[in-house]
């Protein structure tokens, strides 16, 4: 928390290092405190009203200021330095009293020479609030039962101390910085039919692009009916309306606004609704419009409906047919662009396969039906095809694959190839592992891994305990015929279950798409 408390006196500085470190892990351990750099907060919690804080004496035999003065503002994170002079030789302690209650001991016995400087150097941390602090010089060391004493009434020294004590205070403003929020909804700009209805979704984010959860969105309409005027916004930050549009043509404002919190600033957002009677013609067009996939590969599509004018058609059904293979969904929406997405699952195969995938919109509210085809080649997997072959693929967003204890850590996260599909990141150290059966005698084997990640990753890959490979992974993105090949020694297999093991290595993250084993 504190890189350590500085002194005028370097030496005796030096010395007390060690001690400095083991405190501010025990800082750390219990929590902290407000001022970086502290001793942990002992047991005591006492809130030191105003009152009893300006009966403390002001001593000349001990003075206390801070850098930017008496009463002055620090922001959370803010540094600040406490310096403490000494007009006879004596014992300091430092007491901080938070704006929670809480107590911490910046300074515990430091012996200081009359005129000597000391210095305490940290940072702000919160609550918001008023904190004092508070300086005691004393001729001999305190104990522990005098030091709890003098926390619970500093006002009243002297009857612990009698005469032989000097005591001083300063006290500053701690205050919250405002953090700038980002909202926006989806959709924002479309066209929809009298008397027709839409989910608006607002999300509130941070300027770090995190979402903001648990706060109140207001929403308002200048025509038609929302279902609510307040949401509030779930663990992605979003709050969900529903937009039921006027029964005569129109064009609608509709606005979220997030009035502000404690540490976050306000923000709003508006969208815009087109309320309008009339046929159009569409348009439908999907991509890629062509592919060339590997066997037990999958790419994702993307279909986009527009009316005549080019403008994107929101909440129309898509309707998708395959000659080859499997798609995750048979019919989906257009969202807020028009657009509709499925992922296509290609076979296993021997040989090169034609597929021919078709998009349609069979027309609906004036709007004139439209269609595509998408063609598409199947190639056999870059190995021969033997009596077994086993698979693991994170490209849809969930683990696919034929294989047996499947255990994986990370995050499931898109946007790293070229096809827009998920991948599995690991952070170091985290991996994947299951297990495999091929049967039979054991053979020599091939393991195939589709891998991206950040520069100077690698990925451990270990069958049975046995490292076979340690590999460099590319930054590029993951595209066909990109995958990596490691051979699996006849000698490292057993008879039945065998365990396979890819580890992210230390130091950077690695992200897997698919892993095949072929025997």
């Given at each position: 928390?504190?890189?350590g408390?500085?002194?005028?006196?370097?030496?005796?500085?030096?010395?007390?290092?060690?001690?400095?470190?083991?405190?501010?892990?025990?800082?750390?351990?219990?929590g902290?405190?407000?001022?970086?750099?502290?001793?942990?907060?002992?047991?005591?919690?006492?809130?030191l009203?105003?009152?009893?804080?300006i009966?403390?004496?002001?001593?000349?035999?001990?003075?206390l200021?801070?850098?930017?003065?008496?009463?002055?503002?620090?922001?959370?994170?803010?540094?600040?330095?406490?310096?403490?002079?000494?007009?006879?030789?004596?014992?300091?302690?430092?007491?901080?009293?938070?704006?929670?209650?809480?107590?911490?001991?910046?300074?515990?016995?430091?012996?200081i020479?009359?005129?000597?400087?000391?210095?305490?150097?940290?940072?702000?941390?919160?609550?918001?609030?008023?904190?004092?602090?508070?300086?005691?010089?004393?001729?001999?060391?305190?104990?522990?039962?005098d030091?709890?004493?003098?926390?619970k009434?500093?006002?009243?020294?002297?009857?612990?101390?009698?005469?032989?004590?000097?005591?001083?205070?300063?006290?500053?403003?701690?205050?919250?910085?405002?953090?700038?929020?980002?909202?926006?909804?989806?959709?924002?700009?479309?066209?929809?039919?009298?008397?027709?209805?839409?989910?608006?979704?607002?999300?509130?984010?941070?300027?770090?692009?995190?979402p903001?959860?648990?706060?109140?969105?207001?929403?308002?309409?200048?025509?038609?009916?929302?279902?609510?005027?307040?949401?509030?916004?779930?663990?992605?930050?979003?709050?969900?309306?529903?937009?039921?549009?006027?029964?005569?043509?129109?064009?609608?404002?509709?606005?979220?606004?997030?009035?502000g919190?404690?540490?976050?600033?306000?923000?709003?957002a508006?969208?815009?609704?087109?309320?309008?009677?009339?046929?159009?013609?569409?348009?439908?067009?999907?991509?890629?419009?062509?592919?060339?996939?590997?066997?037990?590969?999958?790419i994702?599509?993307?279909?986009?409906?527009?009316?005549?004018?080019?403008?994107?058609?929101?909440?129309?059904?898509?309707?998708?047919?395959?000659?080859?293979?499997?798609?995750?969904?048979y019919?989906?929406?257009?969202?807020?662009?028009?657009?509709?997405?499925?992922?296509?699952?290609?076979?296993?195969?021997?040989?090169?396969?034609?597929?021919?995938?078709?998009?349609?919109?069979?027309?609906?509210?004036?709007?004139?039906?439209?269609?595509?085809?998408?063609?598409?080649?199947?190639?056999?997997?870059?190995?021969?095809?033997?009596?077994?072959?086993?698979?693991?693929?994170?490209?849809?967003?969930?683990?696919?694959?034929?294989i047996?204890?499947?255990?994986?850590s990370?995050?499931?996260?898109?946007?790293?190839?070229?096809?827009?599909?998920?991948?599995?990141?690991?952070?170091?150290?985290?991996?994947?592992?299951?297990?495999?059966?091929?049967?039979?005698?054991?053979?020599?084997?091939?393991?195939?891994?589709?891998?991206?990640?950040?520069?100077?990753?690698?990925?451990?890959?270990s069958?049975?305990?046995?490292?076979?490979a340690?590999?460099?992974?590319?930054?590029d993105?993951?595209?066909?015929?990109?995958?990596?090949?490691?051979?699996?020694?006849?000698?490292?297999?057993?008879?039945?279950?065998?365990?396979?093991?890819?580890?992210a290595?230390?130091?950077?993250?690695?992200?897997?798409?698919?892993?095949?084993?072929?025997?």
């Open positions: 928390m504190m890189k408390g500085e002194k005028m006196n370097k030496n005796r500085f030096l010395q007390g290092r060690g001690k400095l470190v083991i405190l501010v892990l025990l800082a750390l351990l219990l902290g405190s407000t001022l970086a750099g502290a001793q942990p907060r002992i047991s005591i919690r006492f809130q009203l105003p009152d009893v804080y009966s403390i004496p002001r001593s000349p035999q001990i003075t200021s801070i850098d930017k003065g008496e009463g002055a503002n620090y922001y959370i994170d803010d540094p600040i330095t406490i310096r403490y002079r000494a007009n006879r030789d004596g014992y300091v302690n430092l007491i901080d009293y938070l704006p929670d209650g809480g107590v911490s001991i910046l300074v515990r016995d430091e012996f020479r009359s005129g000597e400087e000391g210095r305490f150097a940290g940072r702000v941390y919160g609550p918001a609030g008023v904190e004092r602090i508070v300086v005691l010089l004393t001729p001999d060391k305190v104990s522990e039962r030091l709890e004493s003098f926390i009434s500093p006002h009243q020294a002297d009857r612990i101390f009698g005469t032989r004590y000097a005591t001083n205070r300063i006290h500053f403003q701690v205050l919250a910085r405002m953090e700038s929020t980002v909202l926006t909804i989806e959709p924002d700009d479309l066209t929809m039919d009298p008397g027709t209805s839409v989910v608006l979704t607002a999300t509130l984010k941070d300027v770090r692009g995190r903001i959860t648990g706060e109140e969105i207001r929403w308002s309409a200048n025509a038609g009916r929302l279902s609510t005027s307040r949401t509030t916004t779930d663990l992605r930050g979003q709050g969900r309306v529903t937009f039921y549009a006027p029964s005569q043509p129109d064009t609608v404002t509709i606005e979220a606004r997030f009035p919190g404690v540490n976050s600033a306000s923000a709003s508006r969208a815009t609704i087109r309320v309008e009677r009339k046929t159009y013609y569409t348009t439908l067009e999907v991509a890629p419009s062509s592919f060339t996939i590997d066997g037990g590969g999958n994702k599509l993307v279909a986009t409906l527009k009316d005549e004018n080019g403008k994107p058609v929101y909440g129309r059904t898509i309707y998708w047919e395959v000659t080859e293979g499997d798609l995750d969904k019919s989906t929406p257009t969202d807020s662009s028009g657009k509709a997405v499925v992922y296509y699952y290609a076979p296993e195969v021997d040989e090169v396969t034609d597929v021919k995938i078709t998009a349609q919109f069979r027309g609906v509210g004036g709007l004139a039906p439209a269609s595509f085809e998408v063609w598409g080649t199947i190639e056999p997997l870059p190995v021969a095809l033997t009596s077994s072959i086993f698979y693991l693929d994170f490209g849809s967003g969930t683990p696919r694959g034929n047996d204890r499947l255990r994986y990370g995050d499931i996260v898109l946007g790293f190839s070229l096809n827009d599909l998920y991948v599995l990141e690991m952070k170091p150290r985290e991996a994947i592992e299951f297990e495999f059966n091929p049967g039979g005698s054991p053979r020599e084997g091939a393991i195939f891994l589709w891998l991206q990640g950040e520069s100077g990753g690698k990925a451990r890959v069958v049975n305990g046995n490292r076979l340690t590999i460099s992974v590319s930054r993105l993951i595209a066909p015929g990109g995958e990596e090949k490691i051979i699996i020694p006849r000698n490292v297999l057993v008879r039945g279950i065998n365990r396979l093991r890819i580890e290595d230390p130091g950077r993250n690695i992200r897997v798409q698919k892993v095949i084993i072929v025997f």
